[in-house]
């Protein structure tokens, strides 16, 4: 079977780092996926991994390994607004979408 | 650039009732449509993808069908509700190409079956 796993739930300081972890067993890889979704909202796109390493933008960085089925999200300067769900998604052998269940981050001040 | 409608944003329905949510994109040509579900607090549930017109993959046996009788044009439905339809509906769309497939959402529909 296919399967993603996310923390469930997070939570962090405003002005700190936080990394949200995502691991994954799917019928082939052909790319991770971020997005963030703000309660009671559509997700939007964060990032795209296809190769091992770290892709950075801006105060998101996103992190794949394959060989481990592994990638972070990781979130710099933590400002309130960034208060969302963050959703791992990876791309199998037929191009679909398989879908982690997110992890609800929660930023106090 | 593209856009992607949904319809209506949110909606109460009474159980055993029809529904019917539509979605439409504008400013790309044959995209890939899908239609998700997600329940509060939880992630998106695949229910429906379509490559192309008339063409609709059912990732989840239930009450609902979908149909997409225009290229641009995604219509979820069902003939009787149930308490356990209730949810946030997604739409979402994508293209194909060198094989990446980012998917761009639509505004959603909330759904309160009573």
């Known amino acids: 079977g296919q399967n993603i796993d996310q923390p469930t739930e997070m939570t962090a300081t405003e002005g700190a780092i936080v990394q949200i972890n995502c691991t994954y067993q799917t019928s082939g890889f052909n790319g991770l996926f971020w997005y963030q979704q703000h309660a009671g909202e559509a997700p939007t796109f964060l990032s795209y991994n296809v190769l091992d390493g770290l892709e950075e933008k801006g105060r998101f960085s996103s992190f794949l390994s394959r060989s481990k089925g592994y990638s972070y999200l990781l979130l710099k300067e933590l400002q309130m607004k960034d208060s969302a769900s963050y959703l791992c998604a990876v791309l199998d052998s037929n191009y679909q979408l398989i879908w982690g269940a997110g992890t609800k981050l929660i930023i106090k001040p | 650039s593209q856009t992607i409608h949904q319809w209506p944003a949110t909606l109460v329905q009474p159980v055993g009732s029809p529904l019917s949510l539509e979605c439409t994109v504008e400013g790309t040509s044959n995209p890939n449509l899908y239609w998700y579900r997600q329940a509060a607090g939880r992630g998106l549930q695949l229910l429906f993808y379509?490559?192309?017109?008339?063409?609709i993959s059912s990732e989840v046996p239930q009450n609902l069908s979908a149909s997409r009788p225009q290229d641009r044009q995604f219509i979820l439905s069902s003939k009787k509700l149930l308490l356990s339809d209730s949810g946030f509906y997604l739409c979402?769309?994508?293209?194909?190409?060198?094989?990446?497939?980012?998917?761009?959402f639509g505004p959603g529909t909330r759904l309160t079956v009573l």
């Open positions: 979402a769309w994508s293209i194909l190409a060198g094989g990446y497939n980012e998917q761009f």
């Open positions: 379509s490559v192309g017109i008339g063409q």
